[in-house]
């Protein structure tokens, strides 16, 4: 990655990463300089051994719950400017579609991927073991067409 698409990777100022990752986009949103929310993508399987796979990417997404100032940042938009912003990237630099892999349970967040445009395409039964129990991971896929 050159140092401009380094630079255009963390329009917030986030840290750099030591290595950066072979294709990341990545955003934040900030609150009084903290940082309450990031999205970030990365190739969906490694495109450098796979090439086939260069025009998919899988994406993740995360608004604080509760931070130190014991707010609430989610369902009040913050993650919808993150992912709308990174759906922008993603078309931009000809992605032809996305990956998001969120919890079973979680149907919250799989509303929100759906009114963004994602569809659930698969559900692999307990893949993740979390807090005692076992938990399903939904695969979501946006097309660009
Ligand atoms: C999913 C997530 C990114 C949404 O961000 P957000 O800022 O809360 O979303 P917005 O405010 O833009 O949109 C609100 C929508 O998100 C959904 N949502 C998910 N969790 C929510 C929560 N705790 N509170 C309110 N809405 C929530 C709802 O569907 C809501 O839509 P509705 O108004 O129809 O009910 C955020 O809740 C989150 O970080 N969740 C935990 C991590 C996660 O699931 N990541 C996805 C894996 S890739």
Not at 24 to 40: E, Y
Not at 74 to 91: C, H, P, S, T, W
Not at 93 to 100: F, R, T
């Amino acid at each position: 990655m050159d140092r401009g698409a380094r630079e255009r990777a963390h329009p917030a100022g986030l840290g750099r990463r030591a290595t950066p990752p072979r294709e990341c986009r990545l955003g934040g949103a900030l609150q009084d300089d903290r940082v309450i929310g990031f999205a970030s993508y990365d190739d969906f399987r490694d495109a450098a051994k796979w090439p086939g796979y260069r025009f998919t990417v899988e994406h993740t997404i995360h608004v604080h719950h509760v931070h130190q100032d014991h707010q609430d940042h989610q369902g009040v938009g913050v993650g919808g400017v993150l992912l709308d912003a990174l759906i922008e990237r993603a078309l931009e630099a000809g992605k032809h579609s996305m990956i998001g892999a969120v919890d079973g349970d979680n149907a919250g967040s799989i509303r929100f991927h759906e009114r963004h445009g994602f569809a659930v395409v698969g559900r692999l039964p307990e893949l993740g073991f979390k807090f005692g129990r076992w938990l399903d991971h939904v695969l979501m896929q946006r097309m660009h067409v």
